[in-house]
């Protein structure tokens, strides 16, 4: 089992999005997981292009427009690799990378769609805080990226896409993490960090990485 995570990101030269990308790398990113590789996705590069952990893209990132772009472009750029699943998911996500090879473990290899479940007019998508692909369905993204709406926003986007193949999402689950304590889960492979401050969820970041370190003692 082959699993890619691509990270959307964005470089905001020491920012709030950048400390993001360092407090991926230095709790859930850094620990190794056979099979799981991580990519970091971003815009406002000269050429498309990975170098080491990063995908970077000539998308002119601006705002949430480009969203759909820039993971296009990491589907192209990172077609030649071999994997089983994309796992697209955004900078305030925690991953638990092993309990996400377990959870995909026993999924379908071909027509795997599949998020937390969200509704636009009747179109159901998977969020775009994390969803899997299967590659068959990467490379139908590729080949029909001409379908691909990008007045919506990404994650209802590649759902409207897919939808014309006859794909649609099927349900799987992520802990919002809306505030830290005692009662915080540790069996989730997805967690999103949604307070209303970013240094909060930041540190969140640090804390649930400690109860995960802390479940495996």
Same mark, same amino acid.
Request: with cysteine; net charge negative; hydrophobic share 30%.
């Given at each position: 089992?082959?699993?890619?995570?691509?990270?959307?990101?964005?470089?905001? !030269?020491?920012?709030?999005?950048?400390?993001?990308?360092?407090? %991926?790398?230095?709790?859930? +990113? /850094?620990?190794?997981?056979?099979?799981?590789?991580?990519?970091?996705?971003?815009?406002?590069? &000269?050429?498309?292009?990975?170098?080491? &952990?990063?995908?970077?893209?000539?998308?002119?990132?601006? +705002?949430?427009?480009?969203?759909?772009?820039? $993971?296009?472009?990491?589907?192209?750029?990172?077609?030649?690799?071999?994997? +089983?699943?994309?796992?697209?998911?955004?900078?305030? /996500?925690?991953?638990?990378? %092993?309990?996400?090879?377990?959870?995909?473990?026993?999924?379908?290899?071909?027509?795997?769609? /599949?998020?937390?479940?969200? +509704?636009? *007019?009747?179109? !159901?998508?998977?969020?775009? /805080?994390?969803?899997?692909?299967?590659? !068959?369905?990467?490379?139908?993204?590729?080949?029909?990226?001409?379908?691909?709406?990008?007045?919506?926003?990404?994650?209802?986007?590649?759902?409207?896409?897919?939808?014309?193949?006859?794909? $649609?999402? $099927?349900?799987?689950?992520?802990?919002?993490?809306?505030?830290? &304590?005692?009662?915080?889960?540790?069996?989730?492979?997805?967690?999103?960090? *949604?307070?209303?401050?970013?240094?909060?969820?930041? !540190?969140?970041?640090?804390?649930?990485?400690?109860?995960? %370190?802390?479940?495996?003692?």
């Amino acid at each position: 089992m082959k699993i890619l995570i691509i990270v959307l990101s964005y470089d905001d !030269n020491g920012g709030i999005y950048s400390k993001f990308y360092e407090s %991926q790398k230095n709790t859930w +990113d /850094s620990i190794d997981v056979e099979g799981v590789n991580t990519f970091y996705l971003f815009g406002n590069h &000269d050429k498309n292009e990975i170098v080491d &952990d990063k995908i970077l893209t000539e998308v002119v990132d601006y +705002d949430t427009s480009s969203c759909g772009y820039k $993971t296009i472009k990491s589907f192209e750029l990172t077609k030649h690799l071999e994997y +089983d699943y994309i796992f697209r998911t955004n900078s305030s /996500s925690y991953i638990d990378k %092993q309990l996400l090879v377990e959870y995909v473990d026993d999924k379908p290899l071909n027509n795997y769609y /599949s998020g937390v479940i969200g +509704d636009y *007019r009747g179109l !159901n998508f998977a969020s775009g /805080s994390g969803y899997f692909l299967s590659k !068959n369905l990467v490379d139908l993204v590729i080949e029909k990226s001409n379908l691909w709406n990008h007045v919506l926003i990404d994650d209802v986007a590649i759902a409207d896409l897919l939808r014309t193949l006859d794909i $649609t999402p $099927t349900k799987n689950s992520r802990h919002d993490v809306l505030h830290y &304590d005692d009662n915080t889960p540790n069996n989730y492979y997805h967690y999103r960090l *949604r307070t209303s401050n970013r240094d909060v969820d930041i !540190n969140n970041m640090f804390n649930i990485f400690n109860l995960k %370190q802390n479940k495996t003692k």
